[in-house]
Nanobody, 119 residues
Framework: QVRLVESGGGLVQAGDSLTISCEVS????????MGWFRQAPGKEREFIGA????????YYVNSVRGRFTISRDNTKNTVYLQMNSLKPEDTAVYYC????????????WGQGTQVTVSS
């Protein structure tokens, strides 16, 4: 089994920065993908970016590209989402998820952490 535990959410003001973490434990593989998603009140959960664990290659959707950075620390089995220039519309519950081979689907999810950006 794979377990994901997130931490670091909170209340910030517009323009602030915040970093949230996702610690991965359990059975993993050398080559898998970690994704970040968010769900705002009354909206569908949306994908915002991902990182390939082995290569460190990242991908972002347009709405966060240039403001958010995904990174990982292999020694700590932790992936990070650094969020800069936060906007009120970034307010959401943020989730990390793991896509393991061979399915390569986001089958494993963290519990979510609330990020609230005040104007």
């Amino acid at each position: 089994q794979v377990r994901l535990v997130e931490s670091g959410g909170g209340l910030v003001q517009a323009g602030d920065s915040l970093t949230i973490s996702c610690e991965v434990s359990g059975r993993t593989f050398s080559n898998y993908s970690m994704g970040w998603f968010r769900q705002a009140p009354g909206k569908e959960r949306e994908f915002i970016g991902a990182i390939a664990w082995s290569s460190g290659k990242t991908y972002y959707v347009n709405s966060v590209r240039g403001r958010f950075t995904i990174s990982r620390d292999n020694t700590k089995n932790t992936v990070y989402l650094q969020m800069n220039s936060l906007k009120p519309e970034d307010t959401a519950v943020y989730y990390c998820a793991a896509a393991l081979p061979p399915r390569d689907q986001y089958d494993y999810w963290g519990q979510g952490t609330q990020v609230t950006v005040s104007s």
